[in-house]
């Protein structure tokens, strides 16, 4: 990175090497190698169906709160078409205070722009609360996040209705 160093002053070495300061990401590239490792092992194509199947199921159970708008693609009805996520909106709750509602009951959701705030002012929405799933996510802990989403909607609807 540098090819002096005075006690006021140093001067830097020429591109690139300039940039390449430090250790290299050895600590990381490990990690990535142990993560691959693990996921071939398990099988992309299996947890791509998990995951497709883990979709369909999410998306049926939104589907049943009639207070719940669904943004994005629906999924095919075996959960293919889409990543395993929905963004969305529930009536007149702020996605923040659904967050916030849903992580007491032990649900953990993401609320805000999702860095797509030209998207939300596009579908005319302050934010929308996002469901993400990965292969390690269950179909019972989907019931979990449906039944709390549920009962805060009905909390929130009497206090709104």
């Known amino acids: 990175m540098i090819a002096d ?3 006021d002053h140093a001067t830097y070495a020429d591109l690139p090497h300039k940039f390449e300061a430090g250790t290299p990401a050895i600590g990381e590239a490990v990690g990535l190698g142990a993560a691959i490792d693990y996921l071939t092992g398990i099988g992309m194509d299996k947890i791509h169906a998990y995951e497709a199947e883990l979709t369909a199921y999410l998306f049926k159970g939104l589907r049943d709160i009639p207070e719940v708008q669904v943004y994005g693609p629906q999924p095919k009805s075996d959960g ?3 990543a395993a996520l929905a963004s969305f909106t529930a009536g007149d709750v702020h996605p923040h205070d659904l967050s916030t509602i849903l992580d007491q009951a032990g649900v953990a959701i993401r609320a ?3 860095c797509t705030q ?3 002012r596009y579908l ?3 934010s929308t609360a996002r469901a993400s799933l990965y292969f390690y996510n269950t179909k019972a802990e989907i019931d979990i996040f449906i039944t709390s989403l549920k009962e805060a909607v009905e909390f929130f609807g009497s206090i709104f209705g």
Request: aromatic share 6%.
């Open 5 to 7: 160093v005075f006690l």
């Open 80 to 82: 293919e078409g889409r």
């Open 112 to 114: 805000g722009h999702h």
């Open 118 to 120: 030209p998207l939300h």
């Open 124 to 126: 005319k929405v302050q």
